[in-house]
C-alpha cells in the first residue's frame, strides 16, 4: 500500500484481540460509508469464529468484510497470500467509491499491506517442518534455537528463549 497518492485513505484499526477492533471498524464503516478488510490470521479460516472474536451474520449484512472464511482450517494461508488479497479487496472497496477499513492484530499482515513488508516467499515445507518439531520434542527449545544460530548467526543471536 506504499506510494498510494490521490488514492482515497485506508484507515486500520488495529490491536490486540478484545479490544474492540471491529466495532470500532463497523461504526467507522457507518459513518464514512465504509467496508472492513480482515487483517487477522486466524479469522481466514471457516470455523474459527467463537475464539477469534469473528463478526457474526448480523454485522456482516450491515457492513461489507472481507477475507473472512475464505479457507479450509487445514489450507495454510501465508503473509504474501493476503497481502495480495488485501490489495484485491481494497482496491474493489475503492473501485465502488467506498472507504476501505482494514481491521486486525496480526502485525505481519499489518506490516505487509501498509509498509511493503514481506518476509521471502517459500512454499510450505511439511518434511522440515515435521523435523523442526520432533528435535523441539525430543531436545527442547534451545536446540531449535541452536540451530537457527548456525543457518543464521545474526538472526539467531537476537533469540531470547
Known amino acids: 500500500m506504499t506510494g498510494n497518492a490521490g488514492l482515497p485513505p485506508l484507515i486500520c484499526v488495529v490491536g490486540p484481540t478484545g479490544t474492540g477492533k471491529s466495532a470500532a471498524a463497523i461504526a467507522l464503516a457507518h459513518r464514512f460509508d465504509g467496508e472492513v478488510v480482515s487483517a487477522d490470521s486466524r479469522q481466514v479460516y471457516r470455523g474459527m469464529d467463537i ?78 517442518r515435521a523435523e523442526l518439531e520432533r528435535l523441539q520434542e525430543e531436545q527442547g527449545v534451545a536446540a531449535l534455537a541452536e540451530r537457527l544460530r548456525r543457518v543464521d548467526p545474526v538472526v539467531g543471536a537476537g533469540i531470547d528463549l
Open 51 to 128: 475464539g477469534t472474536a469473528k463478526v457474526g451474520d448480523i454485522e456482516r449484512a450491515a457492513v461489507p468484510h472481507h477475507l473472512l472464511d475464505i479457507r479450509a482450517p487445514d489450507q495454510p494461508y501465508s503473509v504474501h497470500e493476503f497481502a495480495r488479497d488485501a490489495e484485491e479487496a481494497i482496491a474493489a472497496i475503492r473501485a465502488r467509491g467506498r472507504l476501505p477499513i482494514v481491521a486486525g492484530g496480526t502485525g505481519h499482515y499489518l506490516a505487509a499491506l501498509t509498509r511493503g513488508f514481506l518476509p521471502a516467499a517459500v512454499e510450505p515445507d511439511p518434511a522440515l
